[in-house]
């Protein structure tokens, strides 16, 4: 059966084409060429919308080490607790761990630890100080493995944040 | 072959590809699996919106504004329209949660389709654009996958909009365009992926599953066992590669259509298992089984109830 495309679904397989083409730009991380200031706002606006420049780059090229958030916090009568972010939740795990990888950016880092601070003050409303400490996961080879080596946790970032006086005393301190 | 006779022959089979009526079935599977799977998600996170929406949760909307798109309303334009009405923050987040489970009850049954697609797709993109930090592979998909419910005609088949007349589910042009679509972009995602993990020296080396096993937040078992068996290691690496490259050539062809099929959504159900992404997991089994599984599904029905109708009288005229 012989089949010829309407006017009405030439143009939908065009707009699918142009989809589809913007598609393969986002997987394959190509940004817009040759668009214009005036276009490529709308661009991105389409894009963002439809998910058409999402990346699929998942554990790859590589795969990412692991990464471990904990808290060490200081009680009113000096007394040390530990927590962290572990929920009995398995999907709420995973987020956990999506933003714990995202603090590999630089620029959020600081601040995230400071969001993260306060959610442990608000979880253990008398301790006075915690320390955020971030560690990351050095696995060993196989090969390295079967001879005796085990995966060592290294500490990448540390801070230590004071709980604010009712007073007007700061004493919120960062020392990565 | 000349130009003018390379047209003749491929202009009306690619013409047939993209316009050949076929059945909204597939589509009804899409739209059912992905409706059913972001419920299954929005119960399991109704109890952390706090924590993962709220700007006293564990990303603050000012951090979380840093991986935000500009084109996207946030989570707090919501709220900071919602407050003239005395609608504190909490509550407008819930507000939000609440009309979105909605609307994915209306896809999950295709009741008034488009208006619960639309619905749906508009909060979720809100939602995922404010929750940057937390997002991963499933929400990625979800996204796409409720845009192609809006502009797809996927509530022609399964769906109470037939029962009720609105909708017909004979099969339609529009249909068949929106499956090579969707077929389509599921090749374009297995095979970049893929091409992406050939440039990783582990997934060269074979030794990418160790380093994914091993790490504690993936791993549901202890794996450590894996060093005494590195060909296991190398063939499952090499297995995932060549699943996922292969993908775009090896599920067209009817011959290795059901063996890709039944391969990448194995590939999903170890994920699943063996690294816990079940969510992830279900929705790209549900992407590549309406795409490309359910009408070699269909059509194994279709026979085996020919047969069942019609052996009785061939039974009957052979006695």
């Not at chain 1, 958030?69 to 607790?81: H, I, N, P, W």
């Not at chain 2, 996170?45 to 798109?69: F, I, K, Q, T, Y």
């Amino acid at each position: 059966m012989r089949h010829t495309l309407t006017p009405g679904h030439g143009l939908l397989t065009g707009l699918a084409a142009v989809h589809l083409l913007l598609v393969a730009c986002g997987a394959l991380h190509v940004p817009f060429l040759q668009l214009t200031d005036t276009v490529r706002p709308w661009a991105q606006g389409y894009v963002h919308w439809t998910g058409a420049s999402s990346g699929f780059s998942f554990f790859a090229p590589g795969v990412s080490p692991a990464v471990r958030v904990s808290f060490d916090l200081e009680g009113a009568s000096g007394e040390q607790l530990h927590d962290d972010f572990r929920s009995d939740n398995s999907a709420v795990n995973v987020r956990i761990h999506s933003m714990m990888l995202r603090f590999g950016l630089q620029e959020s880092r600081d601040a995230l630890a400071r969001a993260w601070a306060a959610a442990m003050f608000g979880r253990h409303p008398d301790a006075r100080a915690v320390t955020v400490r971030v560690e990351s996961l050095q696995l060993p080879t196989m090969e390295a493995h079967l001879q005796g080596s085990r995966p060592l946790w290294s500490e990448a970032y540390r801070a230590v944040f004071e709980r604010r006086l009712p007073a007007s005393v700061s004493t919120g301190e960062v020392t990565p | 072959m000349s130009a003018q006779s390379w047209k003749s022959s491929v202009g009306p089979k690619l013409a047939a590809f993209v316009s050949a009526p076929s059945s909204p079935q597939p589509l009804g599977v899409f739209r059912i699996g992905v409706a059913a799977l972001l419920l299954i998600q929005a119960w399991s996170l109704s109890e952390s919106l706090p924590e993962l929406l709220g700007n006293r949760g564990w990303v603050p909307w000012s951090v979380s504004e840093a991986l935000a798109s500009p084109s996207v309303p946030r989570v707090d334009a919501v709220v900071a329209a919602l407050a003239p009405l005395g609608i504190s923050q909490a509550a407008g987040i819930q507000g939000l949660a609440f009309v979105y489970v909605v609307a994915l009850v209306g896809l999950l049954l295709g009741l008034h389709t488009r208006l619960s697609a639309v619905v749906a797709w508009v909060i979720h993109t809100v939602l995922l654009n404010s929750i940057s930090f937390f997002s991963y592979g499933v929400e990625t998909f979800a996204h796409i996958s409720l845009f192609y419910c809006v502009v797809m005609p996927v509530g022609a088949a399964f769906s109470l909009d037939v029962r009720a007349g609105r909708l017909s589910e004979a099969p339609s042009p529009l249909a068949t365009l929106s499956l090579r679509m969707l077929q389509l972009h599921l090749c374009l995602i297995y095979l970049s992926t893929g091409l992406e993990k050939l440039l990783g020296p582990v997934w060269r080396d074979g030794t990418a599953l160790w380093e994914v096993l091993m790490q504690p937040q993936y791993g549901q078992f202890d794996f450590a066992w894996l060093a005494v068996v590195p060909w296991m290691v190398k063939l499952s690496t090499w297995g995932t590669l060549a699943v996922e490259v292969g993908y775009a050539f090896c599920v067209w062809p009817r011959r290795t259509r059901g063996l890709w099929v039944a391969l990448t959504v194995g590939m999903h159900l170890g994920i699943a298992v063996m690294m816990g992404l079940w969510l992830f997991s279900g929705m790209m089994t549900v992407l590549t089984f309406a795409a490309f599984g359910w009408p070699l599904v269909a059509e194994a029905m279709v026979t085996r109830v020919r047969a069942a109708v019609l052996l009785p009288f061939h039974s009957s005229s052979a006695r």
